[in-house]
């Protein structure tokens, strides 16, 4: 069964750092790009950032260029996403998805290209 599993969220004060973590279980992540999403309460899920099969193109929205970080570990299976100087704008359920695409030169944030989901993981930024 391909399962995804989200890790790494909880409580940070304004200003920390944290880094999340999708684990793949059931298949190897090697030929799909990884998406990261967020939903904050009483809004629509959002695309973060995505990653190609090989790390060779990543993309961030807007909201998350300078403080974002993904990257991957095929070895691992395992993606991550970094994030700094967090605010309490960024509180939210953090989802990664995968997108089977091998080789693929580039990667979007659009959700229905995604079709295997983690169950997400909360985010909370406060003092």
């Known amino acids: 069964q391909l399962q995804l599993v989200e890790s790494g969220g909880g409580l940070v004060q304004p200003g920390g750092s944290l880094r999340l973590s999708c684990e793949a279980s059931?298949?190897?992540?090697?030929?799909?790009?990884i998406g990261w999403f967020r939903q904050a309460p009483g809004k629509e899920r959002e695309g973060v950032s995505c990653?190609?099969?090989?790390?060779?193109?990543?993309f961030y929205t807007d909201s998350a260029k300078g403080r974002f970080t993904i990257s991957r570990d095929n070895v691992q299976n395992t993606v991550y996403l970094e994030i700094n100087s967090l605010t309490p704008e960024d509180t939210a359920v953090y989802y990664c998805?995968?997108?089977?695409?091998?080789?693929?030169?580039?990667?979007?944030?659009?959700?229905?290209?995604?079709?295997?989901w983690g169950q997400g993981i909360q985010v909370t930024v406060s003092s």
């Open positions: 059931g298949f190897t992540l090697d030929t799909y790009t």
């Open positions: 990653i190609t099969d090989s790390s060779s193109t990543t």
């Open positions: 998805a995968a997108d089977w695409s091998p080789s693929a030169a580039f990667c979007t944030v659009v959700l229905g290209r995604y079709h295997h």
